[in-house]
């Protein structure tokens, strides 16, 4: 990953079919389900409470905060 890269950005310069609309943390397209690790997210317009709560992340907004972190765009 690159300095100050998000996570949406890192995960596109390996899987370019990876979904996301504005990359601005509004539509919600690029929502995933965060199976590991611990990301920072810079802002939230698409997500209600309970998401975040459950573990879904803005892909586009997300920075890692650990090491190693795993999204699932699928679930």
């Given amino acids: ?9 890192a995960v596109l310069r390996n899987r370019a079919d990876a979904p996301y609309a504005c990359k601005g943390g509004v539509c919600g397209t690029c929502r995933a389900f965060l199976v590991s690790g611990e990301v920072r997210m810079d802002r939230n317009f698409a997500l209600e409470p309970e998401e975040v709560e459950s573990g879904y992340v803005l892909a586009c907004q997300s920075h890692p905060v650990t090491e190693r972190v795993e999204l699932d765009f699928d679930r």
Avoid: P
């Fill in 1 to 9: 990953m690159l300095e100050g890269e998000s996570l949406l950005d």
